[in-house]
């Protein structure tokens, strides 16, 4: 009974802390910067003064030598996708871990929806782990933050590109698919081009500040916490360093250029500030995108 008492006090502090920044900072920017994804063609109409010019059906204005528009109606229910990085990477963290700070950002989402929308939950590691399809309502969200908080793995390592391929097959529906990971993956290209096509999606990047810059400390012993290897390195090396930093620089600028090339929207999340402030920085940018 402990254990159960225990699974809840972590759940409803969780449920109070996202309460209070989704009532107070995000919730109006994540639906007024999401509004119009969960839509379905309707018909196709003259042109009128004041209409979009972006929903112009050009093949029909060519067919009749006049503007027509599409019109969309939007759908009732709205399927949120929440895919989760569980791998041992996730695990670490200076300040927190970066599981811990994912978890939060997932349970943002979840109250910004509140009970109106369809959510699921897929947790990967090399593989889909876990798959909870899109369901509605309170009982619901908290399974699915019970399985957030609780969830042991079984893989170590991560394959986004298996683990996307699997999404591709088993979503038919189109919706929001939220991806939080902190991308110590392989090419993922593909398939995440895939998904882009049929589904609006955000790549939430978890970040640590010691996987991009190291402090001087002398020797240390470092450990993938994926694969288990270990390496001795010189902190005290100034220009060991600066080569790192160089390179995790290099890596972040690489994946923020390929997300910008494939048009999906990316939010960084580093482990040691306030997790809500990216949020709603991004929440607040892409509503006044739409």
């Known amino acids: 009974m402990s254990g159960v008492r225990e699974v809840l006090k972590n759940i409803r502090r969780l449920e109070v ?16 910067a999401f509004r119009g994804r969960g839509i379905e063609f309707s018909e196709v109409r003259e042109y009128r003064p004041g209409d979009d010019i972006r929903a112009i059906d050009w093949k029909v204005t060519a067919r009749f030598n006049a503007p027509f ?18 791998s041992g990477s996730t695990e ?7 599981r811990e700070v994912g978890t939060e950002v997932a349970s943002i989402m979840f109250s910004a929806l509140g009970n109106n929308d369809n959510v699921a939950l897929a947790l990967f590691t090399d593989s889909v782990e876990r798959f909870i399809p899109p369901r509605k309502g309170r009982r619901h969200v908290l399974y699915l933050l019970r399985e957030l908080i609780y969830f ?35 090419d993922f290209e593909r398939p995440l081009q895939i998904l882009r096509k049929r589904h609006d999606v955000v ?19 470092l450990e993938d916490s994926e ?32 997300m ?31």
Do not use: W
Request: aromatic share 8%.
């Open 17 to 32: 802390a996202t309460d209070r920044l989704v009532e107070g900072l995000i919730s109006g920017n994540y639906r007024s």
């Open 152 to 186: 042991e793995p079984e893989g170590r390592g991560t394959d986004m590109e298996n683990s996307l391929m699997y999404l591709n097959r088993i979503i038919k529906r189109r919706g929001i698919v939220f991806i939080i990971t902190d991308c110590l993956s392989g």
């Open 69 to 86: 528009v599409k019109e969309f109606v939007e759908e009732r229910d709205l399927n949120v996708y929440i895919v989760f990085d569980v």
């Open 203 to 221: 790549l939430v990047h978890l970040l640590d500040a010691r996987e991009e810059e190291l402090p001087d400390v002398g020797y240390v012993l």
């Open 227 to 258: 694969t288990g290897e270990q390496v001795v390195v010189d902190t005290g090396d100034r220009g060991f360093r600066e080569a790192y930093k160089v390179q995790a620089r290099k890596r972040r600028m690489a994946l923020l250029e390929k």
């Open 92 to 98: 670490f963290g200076s300040q927190r871990s970066k």
């Open 260 to 290: 910008r090339r494939l048009k999906v929207d990316m939010v960084e999340v580093g482990t040691g500030e306030p997790f809500h402030v990216p949020l709603r920085r991004f929440f607040a940018a892409r509503a006044r995108r739409r």
